[in-house]
């Protein structure tokens, strides 16, 4: 088992240990920094401080997750790149496209852990026999977390071979996690017309639940044809569609 992250180290430390306890408001005061909400133009949260107080301010027109979600990344902040002044937008919170030497993405990975502790998460998805998006939801509805979030914790537990896949219509924007499966076992840049996602994305249609394919219809590699996997499309904010594909064994070395 892995130590604890600093995210996950701030929880231990108050004696949390169960997700209703998880109180970021409370959590940030404690590290002496305070969190409001009010309407922002431009910005999902921002921080301001000096070494040892700080102001949170969250967009309060954001939904209830997103705003979980904010004040988590901004804690991450005040604790990883204390002495900044950071204005975050929408594409900088939440953003899996960033590199991991990213601050934003450290804000993330940090407020990941904060609302979805692994020493929690993980006794939870071993009673998961299947990654679905009904079981997910459930997960998430315990942690107050959004439904990605929890996808993107359960894929880096390394306990399903789940490989999360995000599209526009201009192609693949990102898919996680990368460095699991073996290398050829990338996602095709473009959506084949076969897909559920697909038809999500360009004609409105399409069907959530769990669909097996032919893997040259997510991989491009030579033989892909030969394997199965198992595809559940849904609609992300922004003309995106996320897909969980369940991968067969031998794409993972």
């Known amino acids: 088992m892995r130590a604890p992250t600093a995210g996950e180290r701030m929880l231990i430390d108050l004696g949390i240990s169960e997700p209703k ?35 949170i301010t969250v967009n309060s027109r954001s939904g209830d997750e997103r705003r979980r979600f904010s004040v988590a990344h901004e804690i991450g902040h005040w604790h990883l790149h204390r002495g900044r002044r950071l204005f975050c937008s929408a594409v900088d919170i939440g953003n899996p496209r960033h590199d991991v030497l990213n601050p934003e ?15 929690m998460v993980r006794p939870r998805a071993m009673k998961i026999r299947k ?20 996808l993107i914790k359960l894929a880096r537990l390394d306990r399903f071979p789940i490989m999360l896949v995000c599209h526009d219509r201009n192609g693949l924007r990102w898919w996680s996690p990368q460095n699991r499966f073996a290398g050829w ?46 595809e559940q499309s849904f609609r992300l904010p922004g003309d995106q569609i996320l897909t969980i594909l369940t991968l067969p064994e031998r794409a993972v070395p």
């Open 185 to 230: 076992w990338r996602p095709s840049r473009q959506l084949d017309t076969q897909t559920y996602a697909y038809e999500m994305l360009f004609n409105d249609a399409g069907d959530p639940h769990p669909h097996k394919m032919p893997g040259d219809a997510w991989f491009d590699f030579k033989g892909a044809d030969r394997d199965e996997v198992i």
């Open 131 to 150: 990654v679905t998006i009904a079981a997910v939801d459930e997960l998430a509805g315990e942690f107050s977390a959004s439904r990605t979030a929890t």
């Open 105 to 119: 993405r450290q804000a993330d990975d940090f407020a990941s852990d904060l609302i979805l502790p692994d020493f």
């Open 21 to 55: 306890e998880i109180d970021l408001e409370a959590i940030a005061c404690c590290h002496g920094a305070f969190v409001e909400y009010e309407p922002l133009d431009g910005c999902e949260a921002m921080i301001v401080g000096d070494d040892k107080h700080a102001i």
